[in-house]
């Protein structure tokens, strides 16, 4: 045990050291990933990975401060001294990130404050590190480690910088800002009628501005952020894309003309170093083991530059501003990249999660009893918490937002609707209590339900290839609205807890039965299918005109939701809580409902 110690103790230091890089390595390439749909597994190892980021680059600066007094006199330390000149300087590159994450949640953005703190302190043990090698090497060395300590600084300053950017006060700061005028003219010129992709990726470019805007909570909807109607959804498939890169990595700083700056120089720093080290005096007097792991670094830094170079030509500002500045040739070199299958934005791939969460609360309330129950239920029966982990799946989102922008369309030409076979319904339950938004979709969830089974033994002269594509688009956007309500219900317009609303509907159906708004007879055929279906989707374009805003920020994190499609193509028609036209759940009055006013004037009576 004593020797194995020691070989610890001789070799803490590199091990360290070589983890720092190991894990900078795994968080380039895998952070831009969170942007789609990842499994459990690999979203924990990046969330251990960010943390351990900076925890491991933290204690090997650390020690390397230490390492002058803690091991005077041993050959080891002779040998392993001499380094600290630059393995302190990589550290503060570590500490930087990488340009594809440098925040795993906005929690990281708005304490962009303790980064700057970090900053300094991990500056100022850097600097000790150095001020401690002053004499004691030879000047080659010296010149380097200055080099790498300079584009350390610019790698740090960066991060935070980012960081800084993506909190919620700099969305709001950038909010309060004019965007009536075109700041977009460096655009390449947008062609009328024209739907190609690089068309189409312009337009996701216009208007910035107001889209960071939105996302402030800062009221919009002037005809100079309205889109045209030609490839929408895919306009704001982009816009969602680039929200996520302003919040989640380093792009907004490198998009200013002074985040290049730095970029430049901090590149040239690098390369100064890794020279003058090349070059310097006689190596010979090093372990030959950290003299293959300075090396190693320097190459991997150099590698992870030239990476990031390609995201950066593969970024739709680059392509944009290189083709609107006619350098048609990087352009084209841009483009290939930006459409490329393996790190651009391809047009056929979804720029973001293309996931529905779903989640069926009916067998919670013991309706049907056929009905398989939730795997939560064997551990707890009142684990609302399991349930969130053990019963809760992911679907693809293909077709929906094609439905959501129809259903925008029928709800913006106003008039009152008919509904043949959900009318009775849906006027009781309204009439019953508006207010609660969770009721209404905790009840409609488990009464589609009840309703689709149905068709599992319908009659097989129906035209069973259209109801069953309905059946199934029904069933997910039900099962979708209760994964909102279960696992994000601040996302949700709800005046009452989403944890109260589900125990108290849980203790009705199991202490009276099924309510008899459960025992409504709804034919079974294609009319009642559309009608759940339109139902839903009012539900949907409801919940996301009142959602709030810096919720969805929060989810870009984990590649956005349906909702936030839905939220964003609300805003651009001036609809929602950030645009001038509301959208409220009924114009019916609720029974039993009092209300109670600020302000209650006296009706004014008019002369005759």
Not at 232 to 261: D, W
Not at 306 to 333: E, F, H, N, Q
Not at 378 to 399: C, H, M, P, Q
Request: a neutral charge; aromatic letters at 12%.
């Amino acid at each position: 045990m004593g020797s194995l110690t020691k070989l610890y103790h001789d070799w803490e230091i590199q091990l360290l050291v070589l983890l720092s890089f190991t894990i900078q390595i795994f968080l380039f390439f895998t952070g831009g990933l969170r942007r789609g749909r990842l499994n459990t597994f690999l979203r924990f190892s990046i969330w251990i990975a960010y943390l351990g980021a900076d925890m491991v680059a933290v204690c090997a600066l650390t020690y390397l401060s230490r390492l002058e007094d803690a091991t005077t006199g041993c050959d080891t330390s002779r040998r392993a001294v001499p380094l600290s000149l630059f393995w302190a300087p990589f550290l503060l590159i570590h500490l930087g990130g990488q340009d594809t994450i440098t925040a795993f949640a906005m929690e990281d953005n708005n304490l962009w404050l303790r980064h700057l703190l970090n900053l300094v302190i991990q500056v100022v043990l850097a600097l000790y590190v150095l001020w401690n090698s002053i004499g004691r090497y030879s000047v080659d060395l010296l010149v380097s480690g200055i080099f790498m300590f300079v584009a350390g600084i610019i790698k740090y300053g960066e991060r935070t910088w980012s960081l800084k950017l993506g909190s919620f006060g700099s969305l709001d700061s950038h909010g309060n800002l004019d965007h009536s005028k075109n700041n977009d003219a460096w655009l390449p010129p947008l062609i009328d009628g024209d739907n190609g992709y690089p068309n189409t990726v312009c337009r996701g470019l216009e208007w910035i501005g107001e889209l960071i805007s939105i996302f402030a909570a800062h009221r919009v909807g002037s005809p100079s952020g309205t889109m045209g109607n030609d490839r929408v959804l895919k306009v704001l498939e982009i816009k969602i894309a680039l929200m996520y890169n302003y919040l989640y990595t380093k792009a907004p700083v490198l998009r200013r003309r002074g985040g290049i700056i730095l970029r430049f120089i901090s590149q040239i720093s690098m390369a100064v170093a890794f020279v003058v080290f090349l070059t310097g005096g006689d190596r010979r007097i090093y372990s030959r083991t950290d003299i293959v792991i300075t090396y190693s670094l320097f190459v991997g830094c150099f590698a992870l530059e030239v990476c990031a170079m390609i995201i950066l030509m593969a970024s739709p500002w680059t392509w944009a501003w290189l083709k609107g500045r006619k350098y048609d040739r990087l352009a084209r070199l841009s483009w290939f990249f930006f459409s490329s299958e393996l790190i651009g934005w391809p047009e056929k791939r979804p720029l973001w999660s293309n996931a529905l969460g779903q989640h069926n609360l009916s067998a919670w309330f013991g309706v049907g009893s056929e009905q398989r129950r939730p795997r939560s239920w064997s551990f707890s029966n009142n684990s609302t918490t399991l349930s969130r982990l053990l019963d809760t799946e992911y679907v693809k989102a293909d077709g929906m937002p094609d439905c959501l922008m129809e259903a925008a369309d029928l709800l913006q030409q106003q008039g009152p609707k008919e509904w043949p076979v959900l009318g009775a319904f849906l006027r009781s339950m309204l009439e019953s209590n508006e207010q609660d938004f969770g009721y209404t979709i905790v009840l409609t969830h488990v009464v589609t339900e009840l309703h689709l089974r149905k068709y599992q033994n319908a009659a097989s002269g129906m035209e069973a290839a259209e109801d069953n594509v309905l059946v199934v688009l029904c069933r997910k956007l039900s099962r979708y609205m209760m994964y909102l309500l279960v696992n994000y219900p601040s996302l949700l317009p709800l005046d009452v807890s989403a944890e109260d609303t589900l125990q108290r509907y849980k203790n009705i159906f199991r202490d009276y039965g099924s309510p008899g708004l459960l025992d409504e007879p709804w034919p079974v055929g294609k009319k009642t299918l559309e009608e759940i279906k339109e139902a839903w989707m009012r539900l949907i374009l409801y919940a996301a005109a009142n959602s709030r805003p810096e919720m969805h920020a929060v989810l870009l994190a984990r590649g956005g939701e349906l909702l936030t499609i839905a939220w964003l193509m609300l805003a651009y028609r001036s609809i929602g809580n950030v645009g001038f036209f509301r959208i409220s759940m009924t114009n019916i009055s609720s029974k039993g409902m009092r209300t109670l006013y600020a302000f209650y004037f006296p009706e004014e009576r008019t002369l005759h």
